[in-house]
């Protein structure tokens, strides 16, 4: 049974059907590329500077979660230290667990039978929370100058997916997952006005018609983690 059927059924939330998610299925119109960057290694170890984790921080979030028209919602909770440490808890309306997930680097730690194709890849995963972490094996094949002042930095993995990295004002505005000509999966980032954490992410599976859209309620720096939270399996 596909993953939103269970939680709508224990969250009591009625299937709609939207067109959103089906219209950004399509793609999008596509940046019109002005050129080549001069330096991409030093605009990526620029961009790496600019959005790395700075202090422990707690994010408490509202969250909505639609799979091809089926949608349920909740509460969430992410909790994040440098260097690149994540935990995230998403919780239903009345309070139940749905899914618990750390992120160390780029390792994905999941208990057993969670529903992970809620979430987005390691890479994608910490675009929604502003941060450039490019997974190791992915490799750095050039960078784009777009129109408006935007950048482009353009990795690929060794199955030749690539992965596109869109940056103005040192700061990263989404991120695109790509296999052959279509883009397979989408993070879009919005920003406050004078912060570099997102007061908005949306993840979008494209070929799965499966959109997570996270929108941040607070924001507090708070004391070093206790490490076990890291490790949800436990």
């Known amino acids: 049974m596909p993953i939103l059927c269970v939680l709508c059924h224990r969250s009591r939330t009625v ?129 784009d100058r777009l129109e408006g002042e935007a950048r482009r930095l353009r990795y690929t993995y060794d199955d030749g997916t690539e992965l596109h990295y869109h940056v103005a004002d040192k700061l990263l505005k989404s991120l695109e997952v790509i296999e052959g000509e279509s883009v397979v999966q989408r993070v879009l980032v919005n920003l406050d006005g004078n912060g570099r954490y997102p007061v908005e992410a949306t993840y979008r599976n494209l070929a799965d018609f499966r959109e997570l859209r996270l929108v941040r309620e607070s924001l507090e720096i708070v004391p070093p983690y206790d490490p076990d939270i890291w490790d949800p399996l436990g």
């Open 15 to 143: 299937p709609v059907l939207t067109t959103a998610l089906i219209l950004a299925a399509c793609g999008g119109q596509r940046a019109t590329v002005i050129g080549p960057v001069n330096d991409a290694e030093a605009l990526a170890v620029e961009l790496q500077h600019e959005t790395s984790l700075e202090t422990p921080l707690r994010i408490v979030f509202d969250w909505h979660l639609n799979e091809a028209g089926q949608r349920v919602e909740g509460r969430g909770v992410a909790r994040i230290e440098p260097p690149y440490r994540a935990r995230l808890d998403l919780f239903l309306d009345n309070g139940e667990t749905v899914i618990s997930a750390a992120l160390v680097e780029g390792d994905l730690r999941l208990p057993l039978g969670s529903p992970a194709e809620i979430l987005p890849p390691p890479d994608l995963m910490w675009g929604t929370l502003g941060v450039f972490r490019p997974h190791h094996g992915a490799r750095l094949v050039g960078g």
